[in-house]
C-alpha cells in the first residue's frame, strides 16, 4: 500500500499497490502492520455502508468526541465523492484547517482520518457509494457535526449541494473547546 500524508498531521491518502499480470491484479487494501508502521490506528470496531442516490448529496460534517474518537479509512466503491476531513484537535498546529479529495473506484484511494477528526462528502455521480472502517463503536451520546458551510471552516465544495438531511443542514455554529 501507498501511504501519501496529507496537509494534516496523521491525516493520509492510501493507495493499493497493484501487482499486475495477464489477470488482472491483486492489491492489499488493509494490513494492520503497515498501518501501524505509518504509527496509524489498526483496529477496526465497526464498518459501515452509505449509499447515496443522487448526485450533490452532501453527509457530513461529522465527528465523535472523547471517549469515543474514532479514526476512520473511507473508500468509495460506486460513483464518486469529494472527501472532506477537518482537524479538530485544539493542540494540532493544523487546527480548524480541512483536506479534501476526489475517492472513487477508479482512482481506488481511501482517505485515513485519525482521533479527533471530523469527515464529510459531496457525491459527484448519482449512485455513490462509500465503506467506511471505524476504530470506535457508533456512540450517538459522544456524536457531534457542523455545518458543511460553517464559517468558522471556509470548506471549498466542487460542486452544489442538492440533497442534506435537516441535522447536518442545521448544526449550530461551531464552537472551539
Known sequence: MIF????????????????????????????????????????????????????????????????????????????????????????????????GAVLSPLNRRMMYAPEGFAHGFLTLEEGSEVFYQMSEFYAPESGRGFRWNDPAFHLAWPGEVLVICKRDRTYPDFVSP
Open 4 to 99: 501519501t500524508p496529507t496537509c494534516l498531521p496523521g491525516a493520509f491518502l492510501i493507495e493499493p499497490e497493484l501487482r499486475e499480470d495477464e489477470r488482472g491484479f491483486f492489491a492489499r487494501a488493509w494490513c494492520a502492520r503497515e498501518f501501524e508502521s505509518h504509527g496509524l490506528n489498526p483496529r477496526i470496531a465497526q464498518c459501515n455502508y452509505s449509499f447515496n442516490k443522487r448526485k450533490g448529496t452532501l453527509r457530513g460534517m461529522h465527528y465523535q468526541e472523547a471517549p469515543y474518537r474514532e479514526a476512520k479509512l473511507m473508500r468509495c466503491t460506486q460513483g464518486a465523492i469529494y472527501d472532506v476531513i477537518v482537524d479538530l484537535r485544539p493542540e494540532s498546529p493544523a487546527y480548524k484547517q480541512s483536506f
